[in-house]
């Protein structure tokens, strides 16, 4: 069992399913040669795929070219399905900071193929989660920053308000594939500026106001 921990408090979540939104900053789509979709790519990341801040993120041996990815996570509080946008809104419980690592070379291999990209997704300690905040407790604004660095250099700065879909958006349109439930996480998308990470390497990713996370490349 893998929870959720609320900053600040003895609470926890047991975290069901993963559900993933890819190309949803409109810059971070054109970086990867790729174009904005018509609608967002969803796909899901493994329970055995969480760590958390200050583990360690082991490099897999069947890639060359591990990528950070830095998103604004949301937990569902409560069993949704087909719901509008008033309705999603509510359904969003808590926000946290994960991180979307990514073996790009097998990605890049699996588009071309025209195969899922669960190898590149999937992997052991590729979805990192800082503590989360109550969504009672604070004012997402969308003015807020997400951030990350490399061995203490930024590499990924952006407002949240650059996000395609919002988060009720984003929920609303997954409730209309597929039933969310208490505990399930919720990737956002990540900005631009997304890179290569190897053995050693500290990344270090947060959201103004909400949460930070570190963790080393090993
Ligand atoms: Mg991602």
Redesign the pocket.
Same mark, same amino acid.
């Given at each position: 069992m893998k929870t959720i921990k609320i900053k600040n408090s003895s609470k926890e979540f047991e975290i069901g399913k993963i559900v993933? =939104? @890819?190309k949803?900053y409109a810059e971070h789509a054109l970086e990867l040669g790729s174009v904005v979709p018509e609608k967002p790519v969803i796909f899901l990341k493994p329970l055995t795929a969480v760590i958390y801040s200050g583990d360690k993120i082991t490099y897999p041996s069947f890639s060359n070219e591990l990528h950070h !990815?830095v !998103?604004l996570v949301l937990m569902i509080g409560k069993k949704v399905k087909d719901i509008d946008i008033e309705e999603a809104e509510t359904a969003i419980f808590a926000y946290g900071v994960g991180l979307?690592m990514?073996l790009r070379d097998i990605q890049a291999k699996m588009k071309k193929e025209g195969h899922p990209w669960t190898i590149a997704?999937c992997f052991d300690t590729s979805a990192v989660l800082s503590e989360f905040v109550l969504k009672e407790d604070y004012n997402l604004s969308l003015e807020d920053e997400i951030f990350l660095s490399v061995n203490d250099k930024e590499r990924q700065r952006d407002k949240l308000n650059k996000m395609i879909l919002k988060p009720a958006e984003i929920v609303q349109y997954i409730s209309s594939l597929m039933t969310l439930e208490k505990g399930d996480l919720v990737?956002t @998308?990540?900005p631009k500026g =997304?890179g290569i990470v190897n053995k050693g390497d500290v990344i270090k990713a947060g959201i103004e106001g909400i949460a930070e996370l570190s963790a080393m490349i090993v």
């Open positions: 993933c =939104v @890819g949803n !990815e !998103e979307d990514t997704k990737y @998308g990540t =997304v």
